[in-house]
């Protein structure tokens, strides 16, 4: 998915959704029903019948997302049509409710769409700008040959710690063996570990003194290189899981949300035909 999404196909489904929401409101403007505007007049099941049927066109996207190239639509297409009409689909169902809300079955499901909806145009910042972030993140490495790296240089670290001083060693293997990438998921969303192991290493070779220009110092300033390096490709490996892991925990929020407001729509139509 990239920016296209937003534009696709001279922005055919902004047009189609500014039209559904124009109809929507020029009928419920013109309509003089007896009692206030509500979804039990003519046009409060029509708009209703549209929510409804809307809101669940957009869950099978879900089903469709995973069976592209058998229907007429693109990817992109799917897509643009999602975003656009599942945002006038709050405007419509606001309409069809008349804005009647209360603590009742009918304004949870109104709740749960609204957050579906919500959490949706989040989703649209995110997939338009975090493939980009990562692939910057990534310069042309993969995950695999970035993590490939970084045991290269936890070798390279442990040969040159093991001619050093104690301290030093002891300090090495720590970054070798408590480094941790990822973790919990708090971890991960925060893309950084502030007691990283391999910075106080790192910390500590470059507080040694290098003064004169013996094999030790030479091996320490060897050290202090991949402990920088580490570093280094640890702060991007760290993005690379944070970024990737937002994109999960959004989408367990949007998806969820769905299958809740999907199954508080069957209870809201039950209930309305049930007291018909
Ligand atoms: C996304 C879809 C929908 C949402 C968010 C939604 C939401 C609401 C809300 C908030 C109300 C106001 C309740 C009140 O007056 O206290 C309402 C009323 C109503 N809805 Fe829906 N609705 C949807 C779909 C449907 C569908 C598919 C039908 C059935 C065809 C339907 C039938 C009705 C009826 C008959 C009322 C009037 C209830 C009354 O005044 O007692 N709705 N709806
Ligand atoms: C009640 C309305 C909506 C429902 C039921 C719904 C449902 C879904 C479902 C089931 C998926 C597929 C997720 C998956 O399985 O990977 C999805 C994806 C998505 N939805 Fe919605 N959605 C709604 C409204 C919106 C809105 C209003 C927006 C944006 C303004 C939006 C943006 C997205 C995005 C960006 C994706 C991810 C697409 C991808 O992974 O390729 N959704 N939605």
Known sequence: MHESILVYGKLRYLKVALALAALSAVAYVLHTPLGPPNGATW??????????????????????????????LSAQEWLSAHVYLGTALAFVATLHAGFRFGANIHTVLYVLMMIVIISGMVGVYFYLRYPRLLTENRRGLSSEVMLAQLADLDREIRQL?????????????????????????????????????????????????????????????????????????????????????????????????????????????VTEFYYW
């Open 161 to 269: 710690a093991m001619g050093l001083d104690d301290a030093t060693n002891t300090l090495a293997l720590n970054a070798i063996r408590d480094t941790i990438v990822g973790g919990s998921l708090a971890n991960q969303l925060r893309g950084f570990d502030p007691h990283c192991p391999t910075t106080v290493a790192r910390m500590f070779v470059e507080r040694s003194s290098f003064e004169s220009t013996s094999e030790q110092d030479a091996k320490r300033r060897q050290l202090l290189m991949r402990l920088v390096r580490k570093e280094e490709m640890l702060k991007r490996i760290r993005r690379d899981v944070q970024l990737r892991c937002v994109l999960r925990v959004w989408l367990y929020v949007h998806v969820p949300f769905s299958i809740a407001a999907l199954m508080a729509l069957v209870a809201h139509v």
């Open 43 to 72: 046009l409060g099941y029509t708009l209703g019948g549209i929510s409804g049927g809307l809101m669940v066109w957009l869950a099978w996207f879900g089903i469709k997302k995973r069976t592209y190239g058998a229907g007429r």
